[in-house]
């Protein structure tokens, strides 16, 4: 990418993270840490990777993104409103009585979402198989699913896996957010799962790990999912990242995962990430 593109994806990522911790602190309810290390990697797709266009949501060959850990929402509706499917200014309906933006998508409701999602797993197997009506359509559109660490707890994300590597279903991209930390703890602890590597390529994937939070380690990611399309293997890419990136107080602490910032946290972490807006416009 040029410079040019990579200080646009830095600048659209920093606003989204001031987006979601606005809507979260105006909800006074919300997932702040897995919004914040999984933002980068949802700027990516939306800016520079998926065909989706906001004037045209139901175009039959669009791509389709699926956030399996739903209850980071705040982060893809951050992501959704930058590309066009609805006002940044709504987002601050986040949880309300009557929003389109509940705590967890729903594809009825709200514009750009493709499945309504909560139970942790099942939307990794929606993705499965929206992957496997597209190959039974000989459709081209690619399929694209983030999965929390925690997430790979469920069983059902390893049968989702068997199915998706045995029926050869190339055009589908799973990404986890590896953050390290969960509701209850540390991952490592709660359930190790490691080497999560192993597991995915033992079920057929091809494994890229990289660092979440750099954009030409997802492009290249993503550029090797691309090449990967008619190999007959679905691509597995592991994002290792922060939990509440961005914001100081809230980096690596498990208490912020389901937790909104009451006032004066939310004018800190404001200033932080609008101090880093400043450095990134200014370089």
Not at 40 to 48: E, F, G, M, P, R
Not at 125 to 133: D, Q, T
Not at 152 to 159: K, Q, Y
Request: aromatic letters at 8%.
């Amino acid at each position: 990418m040029t410079p040019q593109e990579l200080n646009h994806l830095k600048l659209t990522a920093v606003r989204a993270r001031q987006l979601i911790i606005r809507s979260i602190h105006a909800a006074g309810t919300g997932h702040p840490g897995g919004s914040l290390s999984a933002i980068d990697y949802l700027t990516y797709l939306y800016q520079s990777e998926l065909c989706v266009d906001p004037s045209d949501p139901e175009n039959p060959d669009r791509d389709r993104f699926v956030l399996s850990k739903g209850h980071v929402a705040p982060a893809l509706y951050a992501a959704l409103a930058q590309k066009g499917f609805f006002p940044e200014t709504e987002l601050l309906t986040l949880r309300q009585p009557g929003s389109r933006l509940q705590g967890h998508p729903n594809m009825h409701d709200t514009p750009g979402v493709e499945f309504s999602t909560g139970s942790l797993g099942q939307g990794f197997s929606a993705a499965v198989g929206m992957a496997k009506g597209a190959d039974f359509l000989k459709k081209g559109f690619r399929i694209y699913a983030l999965l929390g660490d925690g997430e790979l707890d469920e069983g059902e994300v390893w049968e989702a896996a068997a199915y998706a590597a045995n029926y050869r279903l190339d055009h589908l991209c799973i990404a986890a957010d590896i953050n390290g930390l969960q509701i209850d703890g540390p991952s490592g602890e709660v359930m190790n799962m490691e080497p999560i590597d192993k597991k995915f390529e033992a079920f057929g994937f091809d494994v890229i790990t990289i660092n979440g939070h750099d954009f030409e380690a997802i492009e290249a990611a993503l550029d090797r999912f691309h090449k990967n399309i008619g190999t007959g293997r679905p691509t597995c890419i592991l994002l290792k990242t922060i939990k509440g990136k961005g914001v100081s107080f809230m980096e690596n602490v498990v208490g912020w995962h389901g937790k909104a910032p009451n006032d004066s946290e939310f004018e800190q972490a404001m200033a932080e990430l609008k101090q880093e807006e400043k450095k990134i416009e200014e370089a």
